[in-house]
């Protein structure tokens, strides 16, 4: 497996950069605002540089067929799922691809990321997940790929959109799941107490966390906590309708890139953005 991750994590810093563009997948019409021409995000996110991205086996091609060497490494998401409606519809699911894992290294992806969701009052959605994840896990294992679980801590269903819940007591005790599951990789919800965060990297271990966008927020917002859950011991983002639809995708990435590989700080590199925009 660590060719792969090697391919994922900048050599330099150690750390990764992965936008996520699989929202499409979900069936939820506000989830592909910015991204309904898919070979034209792809050619942008190619030209800005991150260190991966994040795509469905029916996207994935369009990252894949882009030739040369130098370009983002393919995450690939592996499993479906109808939670973000509001109101929920009346049956809800969770299913992963059959043969996600063959898919992914056919398509020479650098990992595969499932969820592992926590939504209050259906616990049948949790025992989804990990039947999904234990089944891939045996299948990542046989091929030497590397498994990214995704614990996403939601709100319940009076909440509107696609929000998380920012407990760090939550947050803290699914990720730990995931890790006795057998994580190589953990996308971890951002908290409500950043300077907690340090709290999810220790139950972590040696499992790699990069930590996820959530909902569309400003760009102070959005840089300030990721400086902030670097210093917490983070080893990258995963950031999906913050980059995607942000009037200047190719800048904002940019802007992640210096503050993970380059150790430029917040303010610098909303400076930078902002010279950018002029």
């Known amino acids: 497996?660590?060719?792969?991750?090697?391919?994922?994590?900048?050599?330099?810093?150690?750390?990764?950069?992965?936008?996520?563009?699989?929202?499409?997948?979900?069936?939820?019409?506000?989830?592909?605002?910015?991204?309904?021409?898919?070979?034209?995000?792809?050619?942008?996110?190619?030209?800005?540089?991150?260190?991966?991205?994040?795509?469905?086996?029916?996207?994935?091609?369009?990252?894949?067929?882009?030739?040369?060497?130098?370009?983002?490494?393919?995450?690939?998401?592996?499993?479906?799922?109808?939670?973000?409606?509001?109101?929920?519809?009346?049956?809800?699911?969770?299913?992963?691809?059959?043969?996600?894992?063959?898919?992914?290294?056919?398509?020479?992806?650098?990992?595969?990321?499932?969820?592992?969701?926590?939504?209050?009052?259906?616990?049948?959605?949790?025992?989804?997940?990990?039947?999904?994840?234990?089944?891939?896990?045996?299948?990542?294992?046989?091929?030497?790929?590397?498994?990214?679980?995704?614990?996403?801590?939601?709100q319940g269903a009076e909440a509107d959109g696609y929000g998380v819940d920012g407990d760090i007591e939550k947050i803290v005790t699914l990720v730990r799941q995931a890790v006795e599951l057998g994580a190589d990789l953990i996308k971890a919800d951002p908290a409500d107490r950043i300077d907690e965060y340090h709290r999810v990297i220790q139950v972590a271990g040696d499992v790699p966390v990069l930590v996820r966008g959530g909902g569309r927020v400003d760009d102070r917002t959005l840089v300030t906590r990721t400086a902030a859950v670097l210093e917490q011991g983070a080893r990258g983002i995963v950031y999906g309708r913050n980059i995607i639809q942000h009037p200047r995708p190719a800048a904002i990435t940019r802007a992640l890139l210096s503050v993970l590989h380059d150790g430029t700080t917040a303010d610098e590199a909303l400076a930078e953005l902002e010279e950018a925009a002029r």
Do not use: W
């Not at 190619?46 to 983002?72: C, F, I, M, N, Y």
């Not at 063959?102 to 992806?109: G, N, S, T």
């Not at 039947?131 to 891939?136: A, D, K, P, Q, T």
């Open 1 to 154: 497996m660590l060719p792969r991750l090697n391919r994922l994590f900048d050599a330099g810093s150690g750390r990764a950069l992965d936008v996520a563009v699989d929202h499409g997948f979900f069936g939820e019409r506000s989830f592909i605002d910015g991204i309904e021409d898919m070979r034209s995000v792809i050619a942008t996110l190619v030209e800005a540089g991150p260190d991966a991205v994040q795509l469905t086996l029916g996207q994935a091609r369009h990252l894949q067929s882009v030739p040369g060497k130098h370009k983002p490494a393919l995450v690939l998401r592996t499993d479906v799922a109808n939670v973000y409606g509001r109101p929920l519809d009346s049956h809800i699911f969770s299913h992963h691809v059959p043969h996600a894992i063959e898919e992914a290294v056919r398509l020479d992806a650098v990992a595969v990321c499932v969820n592992l969701m926590q939504l209050p009052g259906r616990p049948e959605i949790r025992e989804a997940c990990i039947r999904s994840i234990v089944e891939l896990r045996r299948e990542a294992t046989r091929y030497g790929m590397p498994l990214m679980i995704e614990p996403l801590v939601m």
